[in-house]
């Protein structure tokens, strides 16, 4: 059906509902309705993989991660949109160099779209900002969380990647759009702090919201080895109290060429693609496509991009 007579069909309902109906127009109305009932549901195929970055501790590199992960898969072809899910401070725009006029804030009021929120950033990449300085949006009740998540379904083009930047923590503002996401990427550095933070996380992911699979980085480490073990510690703790799968995506060094991509507000693989960190993350970005197809979350649970309910090509 074309578009135009999609719209002459919708205004001749919204006539026949709006004003007394003789024979005619309701005969008209069950012939509309039984067409309807007989159209064949076709499933939009879906495209999206969903990755979110978390790490329960603070201060651990998550937006860092997300950042460079998702410029790093925009310049090898991708087509990546980055949300900011650490809503209310705004380290994304923060760490591109962006200044967005809207945000989350104006999706949740209805004053916009989440296609009105994208901002182009460097590679093709597109920003979702998460709102900068607003208390309400930290404070966002679950309802919210499911509208935001909701609104992907409804994008008019939708990416091949969605990398999802969480808050530090283990509240209901990072569980909910970790759980949302196809794969869970958690972050981790080499500080007890760090570890004790991630397990308690991946504890609630897995017994609250049946997430079973996590992928490790290791960030701000000298070098492979020492990234090695502290996954290994990492797992074996995991491995002897919950039913969890673990996996090592990669390791990204201490690189003070990362500090200074971050004062220039700009992403290190984009403005330093040969250092020691950029490395890390393309092999970051290589990684998830050894990953093979997300798995199909059912129907019954909250998922970004929801309604893509068809397998994907390409992974
Ligand atoms: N690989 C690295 N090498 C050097 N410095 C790093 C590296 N990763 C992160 N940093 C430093 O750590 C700081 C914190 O990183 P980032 O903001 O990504 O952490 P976060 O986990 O998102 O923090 P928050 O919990 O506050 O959101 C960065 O500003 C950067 O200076
Ligand atoms: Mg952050």
């Not at 006029?101 to 916009?112: A, D, M, N, V, W």
């Amino acid at each position: 059906m074309s578009e135009a007579m999609q719209v002459n069909q919708a205004a001749g309902l919204h006539n026949l509902f709006s004003t007394a109906r003789t024979q005619t127009q309701q005969d008209e109305l069950d012939a509309f309705h039984q067409a309807a009932s007989l159209r064949p549901v076709v499933p939009r195929a879906r495209t999206t993989r969903t990755i979110a970055v978390a790490g329960g501790k603070g201060g651990v590199g998550k937006t860092t991660v997300a950042v460079n992960l998702a410029m790093a898969m925009a310049m090898a072809g991708r087509d990546v949109m980055l949300l900011d899910a650490d809503m209310g401070v705004a380290n994304v725009d923060v760490q591109l160099g962006l200044n967005p006029s809207r945000h989350i804030g104006h999706l949740l009021e209805g004053k916009c779209t989440l296609q009105d929120l994208i901002i182009p950033a460097q590679h093709g990449l597109k920003v979702i900002p998460g709102g900068s300085g607003i208390r309400r949006l930290a404070k966002m009740v679950n309802g919210e969380h499911a509208a935001v998540i909701r609104a992907f379904d409804d994008l008019i083009q939708p990416p091949d990647v969605l990398v999802v930047d969480s808050a530090a923590g283990v509240a209901d503002n990072v569980a909910m759009f970790a759980a949302a996401s196809d794969d869970v990427v958690i972050v981790v550095c080499d500080e007890l702090a760090s570890l004790t933070d991630a397990y308690a996380l991946i504890k609630i992911l897995a017994h609250d919201f049946g997430v079973r699979r996590f992928h490790i980085v290791a960030n701000m480490v000298r070098q492979a080895s020492d990234a090695k073990k502290l996954y290994e510690k990492l797992a074996r703790v995991c491995g002897r109290f919950l039913d969890v799968a673990l996996d090592y995506m990669g390791m990204v060094p201490h690189d003070e060429w990362l500090r200074q991509a971050i004062r220039r507000q700009g992403a290190v693989v984009d403005l330093w693609p040969s250092s020691r960190a950029a490395m890390g993350f393309k092999q970051l970005a290589g990684a998830v496509d050894t990953w093979g197809k997300p798995a199909y979350p059912d129907l019954g649970r909250i998922a970004f991009f929801s309604g893509q309910s068809a397998p994907a090509a390409g992974w």
